[in-house]
């Protein structure tokens, strides 16, 4: 196993996408994600799924806003990766597989 402690992060989810606005009155106050930081994440995002695709030879598996960290506000960190491999390892099923992949993207 390989890993990086990261004291305190919270995840995508915790930081983005807290509870939704129960009334109409309350959508005026909600803050959207500005536009650079959207892009700054899709593009991190992105570069995982290539690297773990075309350098590791895996699928992430789990792509999920709680499975994501953030790090100083816009750094992110792909969590739990390599958890399917550990446990599918008993069953013979490969997650190198060009399947296994495709689904990163659905």
Not at 50 to 70: E, M, W, Y
Not at 76 to 83: A, Q, S, T
Request: glycine share 4%; proline share 7%; hydrophobic share 35%.
């Amino acid at each position: 196993f390989a890993y990086d402690f990261l004291p305190c992060c919270p995840t995508l989810q915790q930081t983005h996408m807290s509870d939704p606005p129960k009334s109409a009155s309350e959508l005026s106050h909600v803050d959207l994600l500005p536009e650079r930081t959207a892009w700054m994440y899709l593009v991190q995002l992105t570069q995982a799924l290539r690297f773990a695709h075309q350098k590791l030879n895996r699928s992430i598996g789990v792509l999920h806003p709680s499975k994501i960290l953030v790090q100083d506000g816009t750094r992110l960190f792909v969590n739990c990766f390599g958890l399917k491999d550990i446990m599918n390892h008993s069953s013979g099923v490969s997650t190198t597989s060009p399947e296994y992949k495709m689904r990163d993207f659905v």
